[in-house]
């Protein structure tokens, strides 16, 4: 069983900057693909960033230029480092796992969807006030 960690979520204000942090069960350096998707009330789930076994990154293009994911293998954890942060990035953020082999491009449209070898966190709540 895939265990995930989330935490670094918290309160800012527009232009800020927050850093998440995932602790993984599994190695990193593995085949898993990871990421992050968020989900606001009402809204639909939307993959942030993704990052695949090759150390390939994808971002959604609400958060390009904006958002950076990262992933430490020696601590088996993943990040997302948040800058410049504005009011529509507030949502709770899921760190995911996949054990399917997929590219960065692909992983994260899969971050969060109920298909067998997904996995993602309880989340870490993210609101960015004006």
């Known amino acids: 069983q895939v265990q995930l960690v989330e935490s670094g979520g918290g309160s800012v204000q527009a232009g800020g900057s927050l850093r998440l942090s995932c602790a993984a069960s599994?190695?990193?350096?593995?085949?898993?693909?990871m990421g992050w998707f968020r989900q606001a009330p009402g809204k639909e789930r939307e993959g942030v960033a993704a990052?695949?076994?090759?150390?390939?990154?994808s971002y959604a293009d609400s958060v390009k230029g904006r958002f950076t994911i990262s992933k430490d293998n020696a601590k088996n954890t993943l990040y997302l480092q948040m800058n410049s942060l504005k009011p529509e990035d507030t949502a709770m953020y899921y760190c995911?796992?996949?054990?399917?082999?997929?590219?960065?491009?692909?992983?994260?449209?899969?971050?969060?969807?109920?298909?067998?070898?997904?996995?993602w966190g309880q989340g870490t709540q993210v609101t960015v006030s004006s």
């Open positions: 995911a796992a996949g054990s399917t082999r997929l590219s960065a491009e692909i992983a994260i449209q899969a971050l969060g969807v109920w298909i067998p070898g997904n996995y």
């Open positions: 599994v190695y990193t350096n593995n085949n898993y693909y």
């Open positions: 990052i695949d076994s090759d150390g390939s990154t």
